[in-house]
C-alpha cells in the first residue's frame, strides 16, 4: 500500500506561481513513477506530468514549458508558473507500483 498526501494548492492570479507537494508513505520503495493529474468541472481527469524513477518526465503539450516535475525520494513536486485560467482544476498526485494509487487532491485556482 501507498499513500500520497498534497498540499500547496490555492488560489493565484493569472501570471502567478505555485508549487505542489505531495508526500508518500508506506511501500514507496516499490513506486515505479509519480506524478500529477488534474480535473476541472464537467471535465475528464487529465495528464499533467510524471516522471519515472530514472527522471524521465513527460508532460501535457498545454503544461510544458510552464510546469516543472521533480522527485526527492518520496516526494514529488509541480512547480507551476504562467498560470492560466484554464489551469484551475483539483490536481491529484499519482503512484504507480503494480497498482495505481491517488492522493485525495488540492484545489488550484487561477483568477483572471
Known amino acids: 500500500q501507498v499513500q500520497l498526501v498534497e498540499s500547496g494548492g490555492g488560489l493565484v492570479q493569472a501570471g502567478g506561481s505555485l508549487r505542489l507537494s505531495c508526500a508518500a508513505s508506506?511501500?514507496?520503495?516499490?513506486?515505479?513513477?509519480m506524478g500529477w493529474y488534474r480535473q476541472a468541472p464537467e471535465k475528464q481527469r487529465e495528464l499533467v506530468a510524471r516522471?519515472?524513477?530514472?527522471?524521465i518526465t513527460r508532460y501535457a503539450d498545454s503544461v510544458r514549458g510552464r510546469f516543472t516535475i521533480s522527485r526527492n525520494n518520496d516526494l514529488v513536486y509541480l512547480q507551476m508558473n504562467s498560470l492560466k485560467p484554464e489551469d484551475t482544476a483539483v490536481y491529484f498526485c499519482?503512484?504507480?507500483?503494480?497498482?495505481?494509487?491517488w492522493g485525495k487532491g488540492t484545489l488550484v485556482t487561477v483568477s483572471s
Open positions: 508506506g511501500r514507496i520503495y516499490s513506486i515505479n513513477a
Open positions: 516522471i519515472s524513477n530514472v527522471d
Open positions: 499519482y503512484a504507480k507500483t503494480v497498482m495505481e494509487y
